[in-house]
């Protein structure tokens, strides 16, 4: 309509009545909607940046100054419908978390597989779980062996072995191989539905944040009016009012700020940092508690052979590569650790024979003419009890253990490897970040809770815990002092939700990343301190054009009051100061040097 009307005005010379009928469309279907709203936040007593706005819309109709109002309108519309569009909702996040989960479980009857309704299931009802399906129902295994992937629900970053009386959990993923499981709870009180729960819960409760612009014009907007209306009693002349009104247009707080905000958006995007939520960066720089979760943040999600302890330990090479060559057959969740391993020290590839990998039994076959079994303390000692005191204590993380022609040789274990860059990261966080606590909050044992935070520097810390208990928690220290959460699980999206800002680690769920305000693609927790440095840095510049603006604004407002502006030069000075706090604004999306202020460690953890 605006540019229908520039057209009629200077391109065919319509009459001046006929070139403000597009204009005044704009402020009665644009206009009167928007007013109506901000009389209503008036009334409940909120004083926004948006409210004087309002305010001048009214005031250029009673100026017949109609493209000045609908310009307004644009500006107000416009930002609303950019937030809208760029804030998640409740209703995204629960409908990725109904989608993830089947509506439908295979029920075993006899011999015959039938699909029926998930809801349908009784406690009790034998179902069939398929290769790569996602666990319907909290069960029991009663046939079949094979790994489940739970780290999503659980926080336990590896694959757990399955087999005959082991407990699964909706929501987890199955591996290669089919499992029938017994129904021990209804579908509605599964972990996958208490999660969900939890998730509405969480957004219920959250509270609205106050935007920046809301608080700078908590105190604008009424110093605006008071000065017009002084001008206007002063003075007996309503014009006075009516060229206050204008020279106070809020356009440094309408479009700066939003400019600001997307500029940080689009820079932010550059570094494979997606902002979801426009006002985390807002208050990103404003946060005092960081909580992160342990596996997938802190971690790398994945175990690593970390200690070998060798009966003689002159032949810890040589048992190595052996144990190397064999575990390249094999499909346990530990495999890969002791193959990257051996391949690391140099370990030579060897002949292998006769493999042989029982589910549930271990791994035995015969490499370079030896016979070498691989198996867990407890079916060792269940077979050969009197090893008992030749096995080392146990300890946190998971172990196997070695033999070689029948006689016991190693005990391997192995652990999350915490992010080599992690206590450097930590450390730096309250010199540089103002952050005066950091909090592991974790659903893993204490064991390795204990021993991640003992790595990176981390005094406080929660282990073994539920999702709702991490939200209890985090609505805790939120009410506190603002705070940020890390994490990368199913089990994380309530606290997500909780947090002042909410960070989720790369694209494992598609729930996570609905719940995140901010999600960083490349997992890294340099893309954090990235982060926060792009919120810190468009916050102030933010500030310096919303400030800036206003107290030009401020003195314009002065001299129309003094009769020094008319309300048509006001508005000319008006539009040179928007002129100036946008150019400033624009600065955010020009990319500085480096955003990185700690030295990541230069060597892996062992």
Not at 386 to 403: D, F, K, R, Y
């Amino acid at each position: 309509m605006i540019a229908l009307h520039l057209v009629l005005r200077f391109a065919t010379g319509s009459s001046p009545a006929m070139a403000n009928v597009p204009l005044l469309a704009v402020l009665t279907f644009g206009g009167i909607p928007l007013v109506w709203d901000l009389l209503k936040k008036l009334l409940r007593g909120e004083f926004g940046s948006d409210l004087l706005a309002g305010i001048s819309i009214v005031t250029s109709v009673l100026l017949e100054e109609y493209l000045a109002g609908s310009l307004v309108v644009l500006m107000l519309s416009g930002g609303e419908a950019l937030e809208a569009y760029a804030v998640r909702s409740a209703s995204s996040v629960l409908r990725a978390l109904s989608q993830r989960m089947p509506s439908v479980a295979h029920r075993k009857q006899e011999s015959a597989i039938e699909d029926i309704d998930l809801n349908d299931l009784a406690i009790g009802d034998i179902v069939a779980v398929f290769p790569h399906e996602i666990c319907p129902i909290d069960g029991t295994v009663i046939e079949g062996h094979g790994v489940m992937d739970e780290s999503y629900l659980t926080g336990e970053p590896y694959m757990m072995s399955k087999t005959p009386g082991s407990s699964v959990l909706s929501g987890a993923i199955n591996g290669e191989s089919a499992l029938i499981i017994r129904a021990d709870k209804l579908a509605v009180d599964s972990r996958y539905a208490k999660i969900m729960e939890v998730m509405e819960a969480s957004e219920t409760q959250k509270p609205k944040m106050r935007r920046l612009a809301d608080n700078l014009g908590a105190w604008y907007t009424p110093l605006a009016v008071a000065i017009g209306s002084a001008a206007w009693i002063a003075t007996g002349n309503p014009v006075r009012f009516l060229a206050v009104m204008v020279v106070a247009t809020p356009c440094p707080l309408l479009i700066a700020i939003p400019v600001a905000i997307i500029g940080s958006i689009s820079l932010a995007a550059r570094r494979a940092i997606i902002v979801r939520d426009p006002s985390s960066l807002e208050m990103a720089d404003t946060c005092r508690t960081l909580i992160f979760d342990k596996t997938g943040t802190l971690t790398y999600g994945e175990p690593k052979l970390v200690d070998r302890v060798c009966v003689d330990p002159s032949r810890d090479r040589e048992i190595l590569g052996v144990v190397g060559s064999l575990e390249r057959f094999s499909k346990h969740p530990l495999a890969l650790a002791i193959v990257t391993a051996a391949s690391d020290a140099g370990c030579p590839v060897q002949s292998v024979s006769e493999i042989s990998e029982p589910p549930g039994k271990g791994l035995r076959g015969t490499v370079a003419n030896r016979t070498v079994e691989v198996t867990s303390r407890k079916k060792l000692l269940a077979q050969q009890p009197e090893l008992a005191s030749q096995l080392p204590p146990q300890a946190g993380g998971l172990e196997c253990v070695i033999l070689i022609d029948g006689g016991y040789v190693a005990t391997y274990r192995f652990r999350d490897t915490p992010r080599r860059d992690g206590a450097s990261f930590i450390e730096h966080l309250g010199p540089r970040h103002a952050i005066r606590q950091t909090m592991m909050v974790s659903g893993d044992r204490e064991s390795e809770v204990r021993y991640l935070a003992e790595q990176v520097g981390i005094d406080d810390v929660y282990f073994s815990q539920s999702p709702e208990q991490k939200l209890e928690i985090v609505n805790a220290e939120t009410a506190k002092a603002n705070s940020i959460f890390v994490g990368d699980g199913i089990n994380d999206a309530p606290a997500l939700m909780a947090a002042t800002v909410g960070i989720a680690f790369g694209q494992n769920s598609d729930v996570t990343t609905e719940a995140a305000d901010v999600v960083v693609l490349d997992s890294s927790l340099q893309k954090i301190d990235e982060f926060l440095h792009i919120s810190r840095r468009m916050r102030r510049i933010a500030l310096q054009s919303a400030i800036g603006g206003m107290a030009l604004s401020i003195v314009g407002m002065m001299l129309a009051a003094g009769g020094f502006l008319t309300p048509v030069a006001g508005a000319i000075c008006q539009e040179v100061i928007d002129v100036a706090a946008v150019l400033n604004a624009l600065r955010v999306a020009l990319p500085p040097g480096s955003m990185i202020d700690f030295e990541p460690a230069e060597t892996e953890y062992s």
